[in-house]
Structure formats: C-alpha cells, structure tokens
C-alpha cells in the first residue's frame, strides 16, 4: 500500500522559507516512474497545484507562484520537497503531496498525502 | 491557464436525490477531466479519471462531458455522499481545478 505523508513547520514566518517534505512508502520514487506533485488549498477554498517533480529531477512549477518556489527530489530517502521562499500570509494553506495515476506526466492525483497546515505569521 | 468554473457552489439535497454537478471549462479539454470527493478534514480522493470510475468508486457516481462541459451525477445521494466535489483539468500545465460544489443535507 502506497503511503504517502508530509513532514515539515506548521508556522512560518513572514519573508521566510516554507520547507516541506513528502516521504513516500509503499513505492519507489526513482523505479515507479510516476510524477509527483504538491497541492495546496486555502482554508475554506479550493485546491491549487504547486507543480511536479519526477525522479530525474526534471520539475514544473506554477507561475501563479512567480518563481518563489522549488521542487527536489532525494532518491536515497524516497521523499520530494518543496521550498516557498518570501512567503506571506497569502501562502498559509495546507499542503498535500500526492502520487499521478500515470506516468505520462502529471495527469491526476490518485494517492494523496494526509496533508499538513502551514500558517505564515509572525 | 484554462479556467474552471463549478456551479453550483452550494447544493442541498436529500437522501436518495439525483444529483448533478458542471463544471465548465474556458478551453476544450478534450476530455481531459478529473473528479474528486472531499470529506471535512481529509484528503481528497480521485473518483473519476478518463471517465472511468476509479476502483471502489460506487456506480451511483457517474460522469460524462468532452469539451467544456462536463457534469458529475450521483443518481441516488447516500448519507457518505455529502461532501465537497472537485474538478480539475489536466489538458495543459498549470492543472487547474475548480472552485468546489458543497453537497449538503436538506
């Protein structure tokens, strides 16, 4: 069973870095081939994609988030990460890694990640 | 980016509705549309992909649309239906998903 889940601060302060990580179990990020993703919804709203990553590194990120970001990948530890530099309070939302259903490039997102509530505020 | 618009956001209902969902798309997609389930505090979780139900997905779900216009019908609302439901395309980068339709008891 695939399992994925993340890890990271709840708070975050203004101008900072959020840094987050997603640990993946049950699979294997660099041999399965699939895309993963992070996704992000703001309290009370509706679900925004971040971008990907896939194991060779290769990444897309959103340009609603004007190049603030980063996507990496740690084959070693089977995780992926995101960065979100200068954050506001705008960025407070929570967070979810998720799996695509196929291997095509990001498509949907078919095992999701329990999700983690990152709050910007001083 | 291609805009996703649900309507409604709101819909209240009763146990055993037939209840229908659009979502509208700026751009065709070609049937490139994805539904999704959420439940207060969770994650969500994939119902529909290539218009197919995902496995486990109960046959009361259903869904239909090709360019702009897709629909989610649940042809008889049971109690575990009530729910937000998502839609998001995934004909071109960025993905976009819609604003939500909140399916609550009457």
């Known amino acids: 069973q695939v399992q994925l889940q993340e890890s990271g601060p709840g708070l975050v302060k203004p101008s900072q870095t959020l840094s987050l990580t997603c640990t993946v179990s049950g699979d294997s990020i660099s041999s399965s081939a699939y895309y993963w993703s992070w996704i992000r919804q703001h309290p009370g709203k509706g679900l925004e994609w971040i971008g990907y990553i896939y194991y060779t590194g290769s990444t897309y990120f959103n340009p609603s988030l004007n190049s603030r970001g980063s996507l990496s990948v740690d084959t070693s530890k089977n995780q992926f990460s995101l960065k979100l530099h200068s954050v506001t309070a705008a960025d407070t939302a929570v967070y979810y890694c998720?799996?695509?259903?196929?291997?095509?490039?990001?498509?949907?997102?078919?095992?999701w990640g329990q999700g983690t509530l990152v709050t910007v505020s001083s | 980016d291609i805009q996703m618009t649900q309507s409604p956001s709101t819909l209240s209902a009763s146990v055993g509705d037939r209840v229908t969902i659009t979502c509208r798309a700026s751009q065709s997609l070609s049937g490139r549309l994805a539904w999704y389930q959420q439940k207060p505090g969770e994650a969500p979780k994939l119902l529909i992909y290539?218009?197919s139900l995902q496995s486990g997905v109960p046959s009361r779900f259903s869904g239909s649309g090709s360019e702009t216009e897709f629909t989610l019908t649940i042809s008889s609302l049971q109690p575990d239906d009530f729910a937000v439901y998502h839609c998001q395309q995934y004909k071109s980068y960025p993905l976009t998903f819609g604003g939500g339709t909140k399916v609550e008891i009457k």
């Open positions: 290539q218009s």
């Open positions: 998720a799996r695509d259903i196929a291997k095509v490039g990001a498509t949907a997102f078919e095992i």
